[in-house]
């Protein structure tokens, strides 16, 4: 396993939407060792293929209190959202230093290829809702700040390029 660099904003890749997974193959399931790898490295709950570089649509999230329960997903889309919201701090490690309030559907229906490529649906609440979501986005060309007001991106990303400089 290798803990894998994150792509650096505005890298176009991060603008792109990722390549579904045809079939879940040993090189899939080694991209996502190194996924979960790098994400327990940042530390994170949560990291799309795409912050890597690699544009396919595969994801890790693990918003577990013991770790070491990340769920590995391939092509995941939410099926089905609660009304009701959840409002958390978001970032990217690919756009580090700054964060926002991010209002979500606290629970999801996700429905993704296991790593056994079976096709399964699952629900999140909470953190891991979140998570699926965040990365889902990430998967679609959209970071976390896409969905603030035109004014609270354009602070925000004032913001990180101070932080860079």
Do not use: C
Not at 65 to 89: F, K, L, Y
Not at 94 to 110: E, H, I
Request: proline share 5%.
């Amino acid at each position: 396993m290798t803990v894998r660099p994150f792509v650096s904003w505005p890298d176009k890749r991060l603008r792109t939407a990722a390549r579904p997974v045809a079939d879940i193959t040993d090189e899939i399931r080694a991209i996502w060792e190194d996924m979960v790898e790098t994400m327990e490295a940042m530390p994170g709950v949560g990291l799309a293929a795409a912050q890597i570089g690699v544009m396919l649509r595969l994801t890790v999230v693990d918003a577990s209190d013991e770790r070491g329960q990340a769920i590995r997903m391939a092509n995941p889309e939410v099926i089905d959202a609660s009304q009701e919201t959840r409002t958390h701090e978001e970032a990217s490690p690919n756009l580090p230093g700054v964060s926002a309030r991010v209002d979500r559907p606290a629970r999801v229906t996700v429905a993704f290829l296991d790593r056994l490529g079976h096709r399964v649906t699952r629900e999140f609440e909470g953190l891991w809702a979140t998570s699926v979501q965040h990365q889902i986005d990430h998967l679609n060309g959209r970071m976390y700040f896409d969905t603030l007001s035109r004014m609270k991106r354009d602070m925000l990303l004032k913001r990180a390029r101070k932080v860079r400089a």
